[in-house]
């Protein structure tokens, strides 16, 4: 039965690689519009889940759920069997993601990159696709970059493009994956205001991994602790860096305002 009330939800969810177990019976829920964002040590398996929901990993255990819909299994004759790709294109387009690295393709112009994925995965006509984009860049403001390829924007303008052709996809569901840290120090102000304003502007869930520990305070409505493959602490922001109740989580914070 679907669950209104829950956007995601990962249920008992096991992921390993040979003997290494990245995820151990992880169980966590976040809530339509929501704005959830994961901390943690590096290597600790936090961005593995967010390529477990993109599915560009399969699970070895457990269940995901997106919209009350199971993402990774299919029911066949009362058994869950793992989801064919057919299955899997069509959830993965309720989802966008934004990757560290902006991932824009170099051959294509601004425009190009964000009206792709809409004309060939949602059939879109080339017009109604260009008018979504255009108002994308408005929002992100580059309006005056349509035609520029992306070797010719700085860092902080190709994380926009980015942060544009996830959203022309009109998801469900934003995937963040620490968004700032290929970006000069002096640009990552403008990209965590954009993302700010659009959490706070739209209805869309936010599922984001970051070590800009000012940032995840600022627009967080939850903080998830994450170590050693499961969720150790969550609470509001103001709650978990001002008064966190696990061990792990008060020594996390210490060392990341100490290096800070």
Known sequence: ??????????????????????LRDLDFTVAPGEFVTLIGPSGSGKTTILRLLMTLERVDGGT???GGECLTHLERDGKLVPANEKHLRRMRRRIGMVFQQFNLFPNMDVMQ???EAPIRALGLSRGEAEARAVDLLEMVGLSDKAKEHPSRLSGGQ??????ARALAMR????LLDEVTSALDPELVAGVLKLLKDIASTTNITFLCVTHEMQFARDVSDRVMMFDQ?????SAPPEELFTAPSHPRTQEFLHAVVDRA
Not at 2 to 22: A, I, P
Not at 158 to 163: N, S
Not at 171 to 174: A, H, R
Not at 229 to 233: D, F, K, L, P
Request: charged letters at 25%.
């Open 64 to 66: 995901i759920h997106v």
């Open 229 to 233: 493959g499961q969720i150790i602490e």
């Open 113 to 115: 990159n964000i009206t």
């Open 158 to 163: 190709q994380q926009r493009v980015a942060i």
């Open 1 to 22: 039965m679907s669950d209104t009330s829950e956007m995601v939800r990962f249920s008992r969810v096991l992921k390993k690689y040979g003997d290494h177990v990245v």
């Open 171 to 174: 998801p469900e569901i934003v």
